[in-house]
């Protein structure tokens, strides 16, 4: 499958029918910069490359 762009406009879209929620115009632009922002996060969690065998700590130990 091809790579896509994030398109936070397009989630928007289809999700908020989904939710039944009403997204008013003077809230998209800070909806769409908080996804955005979401998304980046979310990339920089999947660059990182984990063992086959690992696992989920049970306790946090830093």
């Known amino acids: 499958m091809a790579y896509?762009?994030?398109d936070a406009d397009a989630l928007?879209?289809?999700?908020?029918?989904l939710l039944q929620l009403h997204v008013a115009p003077e809230h998209r632009a800070g909806i769409k910069l908080n996804?955005?922002?979401?998304?980046k996060m979310a990339a920089l969690v999947?660059?990182?490359k984990?063992?086959?065998d690992a696992e989920?700590?049970?306790?946090?130990r830093p």
Request: overall charge negative; cysteine-free; hydrophobic content about 45%.
């Open 35 to 39: 996804l955005k922002t979401a998304s």
């Open 56 to 60: 989920p700590a049970p306790v946090y």
């Open 50 to 52: 984990l063992a086959d």
């Open 4 to 6: 896509k762009p994030f």
């Open 12 to 17: 928007i879209d289809a999700t908020a029918p």
């Open 46 to 48: 999947e660059q990182v």
